[in-house]
Each structure stands twice: as C-alpha cells, then as structure tokens.
C-alpha cells in the first residue's frame, strides 16, 4: 500500500494544508511568522525530495527545521527527521521509498499541526526584521556544527 502524501495531495490533513497556505502564507518568498516560515522549509524538503530525490541543496530548509521546530518535536518526528536529515544533505540523489515517502510525510505533518494549534490559539510568533527567513542561512549548513535535541 502506498504512502498517503501531501505531494501526491491524498493526505488526511490535506484541507487543513490548503486553509494554512491561503491564509498564512504567501505564494512566493518569506512567511510572516516563524511557524509558517519552519512549514515553508519542510515543503521545500518535500518537493526536492519528490521531484529531484534531493538532488538540489536544501541545507538552508534543514537548518531552518534545526534551528526552530526540532526543539519542540515529538519522538517520532526526531527519529524521522535524524534520518531524513542525514540523507537530504549527503549531497547524492536517491531514489523514492515508501520508509523515505513516510518519513518527508510525518515531518510536514507534525509542523503543520504545530502551524495549525499556534494559529487556533492566537501564538504565531510574528517574524522581526532582525529574524532570519530560510533562505538567509547560508547554503551548506552542517548539522555536525549545531547542537540538536
């Protein structure tokens, strides 16, 4: 049985997905809120990851994903995401899997649902000027030189 992802859009939250980017993000360019901003970087994973096998660098979206949701996830996300990590900045395309399908899957998922409860209760943490949006962390990010949980 195949995976249900939001790539292929037949994923449970999928509605949810699509209320989230109307209202909270933008079609192009940095998110106004922080949460959003960690959603845009698991969704450029995502798509390098279906399109390319992560054949592009996406270092900046994992350092983003580093830096402000791996603090909070839950065990299964850290368990996906040290995998997931690993193999997204190894630097060589690979080839889809169900095990990798659900892996990109469950991060999106998890960030969403964060995305989704700190909206319903009012605490999206709107973006300064002074903070970073992902794509202004420098490309070639590694994790060896940052503390994670």
């Given at each position: 049985?195949?995976?249900?992802?939001?790539?292929?859009?037949?994923?449970?939250?999928?509605?949810l997905?699509a209320?989230?980017?109307?209202r909270?993000?933008t079609?192009?360019?940095?998110?106004?809120?922080?949460e959003?901003?960690?959603?845009?970087?698991?969704?450029?994973?995502?798509?390098?990851?279906?399109?390319?096998?992560?054949g592009?660098?996406?270092?900046?979206a994992?350092?983003?994903?580093?830096?402000f949701?791996?603090?909070y996830g839950?065990?299964?996300?850290?368990?996906a995401?040290?995998?997931?990590?690993?193999?997204?900045?190894?630097?060589e395309?690979?080839?889809s899997?169900?095990?990798?399908?659900?892996?990109?899957?469950?991060?999106?998922?998890?960030?969403l649902?964060r995305?989704?409860?700190?909206d319903?209760?009012?605490?999206?943490n709107?973006?300064?000027?002074?903070?970073?949006?992902?794509l202004?962390?420098?490309?070639?990010?590694?994790?060896?030189?940052?503390?994670?949980?």
């Amino acid at each position: 049985m195949s995976v249900r992802t939001f790539w292929a859009g037949d994923h449970a939250l999928q509605p949810l997905l699509a209320d989230v980017e109307k209202r909270l993000m933008t079609a192009e360019g940095p998110t106004a809120y922080l949460e959003t901003e960690v959603l845009r970087a698991a969704s450029r994973i995502g798509y390098d990851y279906f399109n390319n096998g992560f054949g592009n660098d996406v270092s900046q979206a994992v350092a983003y994903i580093d830096l402000f949701h791996v603090p909070y996830g839950t065990p299964e996300f850290h368990a996906a995401w040290r995998n997931l990590r690993d193999i997204a900045l190894w630097g060589e395309p690979v080839r889809s899997c169900p095990e990798l399908d659900e892996q990109v899957t469950l991060i999106s998922a998890e960030i969403l649902q964060r995305v989704a409860e700190a909206d319903r209760i009012g605490l999206l943490n709107r973006r300064g000027p002074a903070m970073e949006d992902m794509l202004s962390i420098a490309p070639g990010y590694d994790p060896e030189m940052q503390l994670v949980a």
